[in-house]
Every structure is written in C-alpha cells, then in structure tokens.
C-alpha cells in the first residue's frame, strides 16, 4: 500500500475516523490494526448474548419514534423487541426468551420517563465534524431539542455502573455535541448518558473550553493514527505500532483467537458472561 506523499504548500489531506476508531486505537493498538487494517481481516469470534440484546434495544429504541404518538405503547414496544430480537450467543431458548421479556420491561419502563409525544430532532442520525486535520463522521443515538436547547442522548444497556463523570468524559459524545452545533448553527454543550436498564440519566454540561479539549484529543490521537498507518502500509505485521494492550477487555476481544498475549490473561469468558452482574465495560462499548 503506498505512503501517500506531501509537499509544502500541498493541503494536508484530513485523517477521516469514526469515535470507534479513535477510541479502538486507545484501547489497544494491536486489535485496532486487526480491526481497520489487516486484510484480509481476521475472523472474530460470534456474537455474544449482551450485544445481541444491546443491539435489538438501540433498534427499539430507533424504530419507536417512527410510531405515531397514539401508537407509542407498551404493546407496540413489546412488538418491536420481538421483531427486532437476535436470538444469538444465549446459553439456550429459555435465557433467550427470558431475556427478551425483561427487555420488553426495561425499554417500556425507560419509556415511561420519556416524554413520548416529543419528536426528536434526530435518531440515530449521522453527523460529522472537520478540523484542519481531522473529519469525524458517526452517528448518535438521538438528539433532542428541548425547549430550544440541544441535547446529546447516548443509550446504554450494559450493567455496569455509571456516573455524571462517564458523561462528562466521553470522546465520543463530546464531538457529536460539536458536530451538531455545527450542523445546526446552534450551541450545544449538554450530553446524556441513558442508562436503560436503570432508567438513569447521567449528565454533563460542556464549556467552550471543554468541548474544545475533547476535539483536541480527538486530532492528537488522530495523528498517532496516521503515523500508525503509515508504518502499517510500509511494514505491514512488522511494524512494531501495534503491540497488545492487555486489560480485562481481553477476556471479551473478539480478535483473541488471534492474540496468544491475550489469551494468557485468562479464560475466555462464556457468550453470555456479559447478561451477568459483573458482566463486561466492553458491553458499553458495542451497546
Ligand atoms: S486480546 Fe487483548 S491484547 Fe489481544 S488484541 Fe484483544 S484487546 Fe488487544
């Protein structure tokens, strides 16, 4: 693969990412090149059970708002987990099913706290930033405009326990708040973290200044990527960018098969390990 070259005086050429790539990167180098560069690309592993029930939630939680508001009911969202259900990574047809009448009641509950007769501004809509040096392009889980006053709402559906702080620190949400105010031509600095198994919400509200750190961090991290992948492209596997991070996420890595570091941190953690107490941060991150 060619390293693209640059002259002075030739405008540099913006370093395109998701928040998921950003983040991936910091997680651990070696999965992100596993993830974004190698091709053909390593398999991974099936499906576990917390992510099929995190991803028929954000489409329940998507599809509701396509109802009218007369149809917004618990029948309707007892409907929409059973059209939307993925029934993979469950120990057996009984955790499957129970699985889906207890999110059948956390998404109804959830919903009893939304004001259901207020459209969103948006849903699950795609929305990107420019820097000089970088373009984010992702897509968040809803928008609102509450009284004039935009908001960032992201759902999670794992356990694990969150605090405003998890708001306040999130990449992710931090650029989609920059991203709107961009596309909209309007402030918006405060981002929601909606817990939907608990119902709680985890707020933050950003400055200027914070919002401006975070894209600071975005492009810093950016950089680190485009020397990465440029290593990658003339040394491929040899490059030496891309060592394991081991962590407790390895347990979860769905690249660990190929990652004999990895494994040495301990077993494998069963597919539906994660539906547990203690189940995994990385739900957070595919939820
Ligand atoms: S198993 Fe751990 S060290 Fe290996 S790629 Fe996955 S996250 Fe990285």
Known sequence: MP????????PRRLY?????KLLAWLDCPRRYRMQYLDRPKPAVRSRRAHTSVGVATHNVLRDFWDLTPVERTPTSVE????????DVGFRDADQSARWR???TARVTAYLRGVDRDHQPLGVERTVSLHTDT???????????????????VDYKTGRARLTDDDARTSLPMALYAVAVAGMFRRPCVRVELHQVP??????????????QRKVAEAESIASDLCRADADYAELG????LFGPRVSPICAWCDFR??????QRMGPEKSDWAGLEADGPGGAERTA
Request: charged content about 20%.
């Open 3 to 10: 390293v693209q070259q640059t002259f002075s005086g030739m």
């Open 16 to 20: 395109s990412a998701s928040p998921s």
């Open 79 to 86: 409907r929409l987990v059973r059209q939307s259900w993925i």
């Open 101 to 103: 009448l207890r999110t």
């Open 134 to 152: 970088l373009a984010v392009t992702g897509r968040l889980d809803r928008l609102d405009d509450r009284d004039g006053e935009l908001v960032v």
């Open 198 to 211: 608990t119902g709680q919400v985890l707020a933050h509200e950003h400055t200027p200044e914070t919002l």
């Open 237 to 240: 596997v040899e490059s030496p």
């Open 257 to 262: 098969a190929h990652c004999p570091e990895g």
